[in-house]
T-cell receptor, first 115, second 112 residues
Framework: DAGVIQSPRHEVTEMGQEVTLRCKPISGHNSLFWYRQTMMRGLELLIYFNNNVPIDDSGMPEDRFSAKMPNASFSTLKIQPSEPRDSAVYFC?????????????FGPGTRLTVL | AQSVTQLGSHVSVSEGALVLLRCNYSSSVPPYLFWYVQYPNQGLQLLLKYTSAATLVKGINGFEAEFKKSETSFHLTKPSAHMSDAAEYFCAVITSGSRLTFGEGTQLTVNP
C-alpha cells in the first residue's frame, strides 16, 4: 500500500487567498483525521471523519476552515481566506477502525506558508 | 481531562548508549497510551501502544515502554541508540470517548 497521500507537499500563498489541501487515506480505512502542527501549539487535531461523516470538528479553529470527505478515498481541508497565522504543517492520518484508539497512519504532511 | 507531559524537550545521547524518553500521563480512567516518532520532514509513525494488556510493550526498531500505573508513567527506552534513532518522539494518550492528545514532543539527538 502507498500509505496516506497528501498534496501538495508545500504550499506558499498570500494572505487572503484560498488554500485547499488534499488527502487520500489508506484503502479500506474507515477513519480520517486532519491535524495541524506548529512550534507554538504542537500537534492539534482539527477534525475527525468516520465513514465519510464528520464526527468531531471541535478542533477546527474558526469558520475560515472547512473540511469535506466526499468519498472514502478523498478528503480536503480548505482555508478561506488564509492568514499568516495559518502557517503550519498539516497532516492527514487514517485508521482502520472507528474511534481514536486504533493505530493512526500519518501522511507526510503539507507545509503551508501564508505570506 | 486527560493529558501527557514529556519531560525534556531535548535529549542527547551517545551512539550505543541507553535511550530513555519520559512521559507521564494524567487520566482519571484507564488510558490507552502511544509513542509516535517523527523523522525530519515526515509524518508521525507509531512505535508502540499500550491498550491495557501487558504492561511492558515492545515496539518497532528495538524500542519498548513500560506502563506504571503507580507512577502514571509510560517511559520509552531502547538499550542501545543508533544514529538513525535521531528524531522527534511524541507520547499520546486517549481514554474512552475522548480524542487522542499528544505531548509536546522530545527531540532526540544521537552523537557519534
Amino acid at each position: 500500500d502507498a500509505g496516506v497521500i497528501q498534496s501538495p507537499r508545500h504550499e506558499v500563498t498570500e494572505m487572503g487567498q484560498e488554500v485547499t489541501l488534499r488527502c487520500k487515506p489508506i484503502s479500506g480505512h474507515n477513519s480520517l483525521f486532519w491535524y495541524r502542527q506548529t512550534m507554538m501549539r504542537g500537534l492539534e487535531l482539527l477534525i475527525y471523519f468516520n465513514n465519510n461523516v464528520p464526527i468531531d470538528d471541535s478542533g477546527m479553529p474558526e469558520d475560515r476552515f472547512s473540511a469535506k470527505m466526499p468519498n472514502a478515498s478523498f478528503s480536503t481541508l480548505k482555508i478561506q481566506p488564509s492568514e499568516p497565522r495559518d502557517s503550519a504543517v498539516y497532516f492527514c492520518a487514517s485508521s482502520l477502525d472507528w474511534g481514536y484508539t486504533d493505530t493512526q497512519y500519518f501522511g507526510p504532511g503539507t507545509r503551508l506558508t501564508v505570506l | 481531562a486527560q493529558s501527557v507531559t514529556q519531560l525534556g524537550s531535548h535529549v542527547s545521547v551517545s551512539e550505543g548508549a541507553l535511550v530513555l524518553l519520559r512521559c507521564n500521563y494524567s487520566s482519571s480512567v484507564p488510558p490507552y497510551l502511544f509513542w509516535y516518532v517523527q523523522y525530519p520532514n515526515q509524518g508521525l509513525q507509531l512505535l508502540l501502544k499500550y491498550t491495557s494488556a501487558a504492561t511492558l510493550v515492545k515496539g518497532i526498531n528495538g524500542f519498548e515502554a513500560e506502563f506504571k500505573k503507580s507512577e502514571t508513567s509510560f517511559h520509552l527506552t531502547k538499550p542501545s541508540a543508533h544514529m538513525s534513532d535521531a528524531a522527534e518522539y511524541f507520547c499520546a494518550v486517549i481514554t474512552s470517548g475522548s480524542r487522542l492528545t499528544f505531548g509536546e514532543g522530545t527531540q532526540l539527538t544521537v552523537n557519534p
